[in-house]
């Protein structure tokens, strides 16, 4: 018995032992062949290493071949992922390479928890690392395994801070946008645009990534290269600016607003007595122009070519390649409201009253995001719908009394005081009352600036029209007033001509009440007659209407790209130029311009309106109760004939509060000589009449254009202070006698 139980024990070993061989058998059978692949896949992928390879950005060039964004060779110091996902391995490698590299541990630590490095690149620890500090890392791979050291490049602005807002500036991808750049085939360690031409041609200017596959041992270490595929090249791209113009204009604008805040405005006159007293009591007699911020543009109206863009406050572009964190930035780019600072017992700034003051805004470029009140620089597109649809003809006259009562509004609902039906032209110093023009046409309406003449055309297109109550927002669409330009940079404002639409969402908003939108009424329409109200444009969209009228009802889309060129067009000899003659265009650059659309300018039109706005420039003015100037005469009166005829506009709009002091300058001019095309628009904020601060810095720019105003060689700039902690250095115009005007006591307005 005892012998047949141990048989039996052997014989169920020796089955189980059986079936053992046989699942091991079966496994090996199943790895060999079935997952045979998968399992090869696996090996090899221990032995292979893919490394991205990325392409080089391309630059930028101003119309002249200036390379205005390049790139320079930066060394980064980075570590094998491997290498620091252990806690204690990454603490240990950081301590050993902060001092090297000046970077506190906890910095890197941060960087890395962040999460926003891809993992197929080493992980970057310090960028911009000098070369003695690079070989010395490199030679001591004992101390700092797993370190490598990286070859990336960075953004360099040769001539910055000029253009700074065209060319724009560069930024980290950022945990909310890095899903987007890596579905676009984006490494995490690399830097995109972020304002400006880098942002707007980022597609262009990025190029195409490559990559290679290593064969590498245990130890991470490369055998040998199984695969390359290189990266191709960013396109370089040419603008249509031309840094001497745009000097000139950010020189000109700066120069101009340094001069308006040492002017002041004279606080209110009373027309019922004419004597000065001060409407507004909190304030003194005499108040100074703020004058903070402006823009300027410059414009072929032929094709549309934007040869100058300028905005200030200005920045230098450079402080977004340096080192702007332990509060950097914050210093720099301050905006703080320092007139609505309070201070405690012990002079400390309290808390609650830290605001930003807009007016001190850098990093906005206001000739494409300005949203301003045009005043008196937007009547030549009321008198075109007002001749356009056929309510007044070149010779009609009305006669200016110096004030406008609306017809079409009850005598007694008048009386009353519910609604406002009379509305004044500006005040003429010598009389202290609102000024009498007398017969006025088109012509003579624009050259003097006739208010009441423009009123009347607000009330009667609107109720001599009743089928098409916005036949005046449809005539002011047609110039590209209320839609945003098409011009090849970011962020660009639409602007807003008003309506019942617009006033209805403005209440809902609650930025004016519910009775006020609740319609749109034949008052709104008088007030947008001469630029005023709820209207908003940018004075890029006031260049590319004033350039319609100089061309002759065509719309140009502005254009800021001249061309667009193949990765690698080589320097030139002289420095700081590329040599864009051995360039390969990428696509065929666009000389023409776009046409967005034509609309009708018969001679009956666009003559009377040049020559209204001619006059401005030329005179004469009107004699009525004495001769009244035409609104640029003065400031024109030695304008040489041999410079660019132009013609032009002022504009003043009221400002906030109805306070003088806060009223803004507008000016907009086009040449009248097909030989050079240009078109110039200027607004500068709080600083006064539009022919004291805006028009000196278009006639100056028109006197440069000439070649008869002086203006400083473009030179490459020195290296970016950083102790001077400033958005940009002062720039102004060595030669400020093209401000320069013939003014008398005549008149104040505009």
Same mark, same amino acid.
């Given at each position: 018995m005892a012998l047949d139980k141990r048989s039996t024990r052997l014989g169920v070993l020796a089955l189980v032992g059986t079936m053992l061989f046989g699942l091991v058998g079966a496994r090996l059978w199943f790895l060999q062949t079935v997952e045979q692949a998968t399992l090869q896949e696996q090996v090899e992928q221990t032995k292979r290493r893919e490394v991205p390879l990325l392409p080089e950005r391309g630059r930028i060039f101003d119309a002249e071949g200036r390379i205005i964004a390049d790139n320079e060779r930066v060394l980064t110091v980075g570590v094998d992922w491997d290498f620091v996902r252990r806690d204690d391995d990454r603490a240990e490698m950081f301590r050993r390479l902060s001092g090297w590299v000046d970077v506190p541990v906890e910095e890197m630590e941060a960087s890395y928890q962040s999460g926003i490095y891809e993992k197929l690149l080493p992980f970057p620890v310090a960028e911009d690392v000098d070369e003695p500090t690079a070989i010395a890392i490199r030679e001591r791979v004992e101390d700092f395994p797993g370190v490598q050291i990286l070859e990336l490049s960075r953004r360099v602005y040769p001539y910055a801070p000029l253009a700074s807002h065209v060319v724009g500036y560069m930024g980290r991808i950022t945990a909310e946008t890095k899903d987007t750049y890596l579905d676009r085939g984006y490494q995490l360690i690399e830097r995109v645009g972020k $304002? #400006?031409?880098?942002?707007?041609?980022?597609?262009?200017?990025? #190029?195409?990534? #490559?990559?290679?596959?290593?064969?590498?041992?245990?130890?991470?270490?490369?055998?040998?290269?199984?695969?390359?595929?290189?990266?191709?090249?960013?396109?370089?791209?040419?603008?249509?600016?031309?840094?001497?113009? =745009? =000097?000139?204009?950010?020189?000109?604008?700066?120069?101009?607003?340094?001069?308006?805040?040492?002017?002041?405005?004279?606080?209110?006159?009373?027309?019922?007595?004419?004597?000065?007293?001060?409407?507004?009591?909190?304030?003194?007699?005499?108040?100074?122009?703020?004058?903070?911020?402006?823009?300027?543009?410059?414009?072929?109206?032929?094709?549309?070519?934007?040869?100058?863009?300028?905005?200030?406050?200005? $920045?230098?572009?450079?402080?977004?390649?340096?080192?702007?964190g332990g509060g950097v930035f914050e210093e720099v780019f301050d905006a703080t409201d320092v007139s609505a600072l309070e201070y405690d017992e012990n002079g400390e700034i309290i808390e609650d009253s830290i605001k930003v003051d807009p007016d001190r805004s850098t990093l906005v470029n206001r000739a494409i995001q300005g949203r301003y009140n045009l005043g008196s620089t937007f009547k030549p597109f009321t008198a075109y719908a007002a001749l356009n649809s056929g309510l007044l003809g070149p010779g009609d006259v009305y006669v200016d009394r110096g004030s406008y009562q609306m017809e079409s509004i009850d005598e007694d609902k008048c009386n009353s005081g519910q609604v406002r039906c009379v509305f004044k032209n500006a005040t003429c110093s010598g009389t202290g009352r609102p000024c009498v023009y007398g017969a006025v046409d088109v012509e003579l309406a624009l050259a003097v600036s006739s208010d009441a003449f423009f009123y009347r055309v607000g009330e009667q297109i609107m109720e001599q029209n009743p089928g098409d109550t916005a036949l005046l927002q449809e005539n002011v669409r047609l110039f590209g007033f209320g839609a945003d330009t098409g011009i090849d940079l970011p962020f660009e404002f639409d602007g807003t001509v008003p309506d019942a639409d617009l006033k209805a969402r403005y209440a809902e908003l609650?930025?004016?009440?519910?009775?006020?939108?609740?319609?749109?009424?034949?008052?709104?329409?008088?007030?947008?007659?001469?630029? =005023?109200?709820?209207?908003?444009?940018?004075?890029?969209?006031?260049?590319?209407?004033?350039?319609?009228?100089?061309?002759?009802?065509?719309?140009?889309?502005?254009?800021?790209?001249?061309?667009?060129? %193949?990765?690698?067009?080589?320097?030139?000899?002289?420095?700081?130029?590329?040599?864009?003659?051995?360039?390969?265009?990428? %696509?065929?650059?666009n000389l023409r311009g776009d046409l967005v659309r034509q609309i009708p300018m018969p001679e009956e039109i666009g003559g009377e309106i040049t020559r209204g706005l001619r006059r401005v420039i030329t005179g004469p003015g009107t004699v009525s109760d004495y001769y009244h100037s035409t609104t640029g005469e003065k400031l024109f009166f030695d304008y040489p004939s041999s410079a660019i005829p132009v013609a032009g506009k002022t504009g003043t709009a009221q400002g906030a509060e109805n306070y003088p002091w806060n009223d803004s300058s507008a000016f907009g001019a086009y040449s009248v000589d097909p030989e050079r095309p240009f078109t110039a628009t200027a607004y500068l904020e709080k600083a006064g009449y539009g022919s004291q601060a805006a028009g000196p810095v278009v006639k100056c720019i028109f006197l440069q254009l000439s070649g008869v105003a002086p203006s400083d060689p473009v030179v490459l700039s020195d290296p970016l202070e950083t102790e001077i902690r400033v958005p940009a250095e002062p720039k102004s115009l060595a030669d400020q006698s093209c401000f320069a005007g013939r003014f008398t006591p005549q008149r104040t307005t505009e």
């Open positions: $304002f #400006g031409i880098e942002l707007s041609m980022e597609e262009e200017l990025h #190029g195409t990534p #490559g990559y290679v596959v290593y064969e590498v041992d245990k130890a991470s270490r490369i055998v040998r290269t199984i695969e390359e595929v290189p990266a191709v090249n960013g396109n370089d791209v040419q603008l249509t600016i031309d840094l001497d113009q =745009q =000097q000139f204009a950010e020189q000109a604008l700066e120069s101009q607003l340094k001069i308006r805040q040492s002017e002041v405005a004279r606080n209110g006159l009373d027309p019922d007595t004419n004597f000065r007293t001060r409407f507004f009591t909190d304030f003194p007699d005499e108040v100074p122009y703020k004058a903070p911020a402006g823009a300027v543009v410059v414009q072929n109206h032929e094709n549309g070519h934007v040869i100058a863009l300028a905005s200030y406050p200005t $920045f230098d572009n450079r402080w977004f390649e340096s080192d702007l609650g930025v004016i009440s519910e009775d006020e939108g609740s319609g749109y009424f034949t008052g709104d329409n008088v007030q947008l007659a001469i630029g =005023q109200g709820l209207l908003s444009a940018s004075p890029l969209q006031l260049a590319t209407g004033y350039s319609t009228l100089a061309n002759g009802g065509y719309v140009m889309r502005p254009e800021i790209i001249k061309a667009i060129y %193949e990765p690698g067009v080589p320097d030139a000899m002289e420095p700081g130029y590329a040599d864009l003659s051995k360039g390969r265009f990428a %696509e065929d650059p």
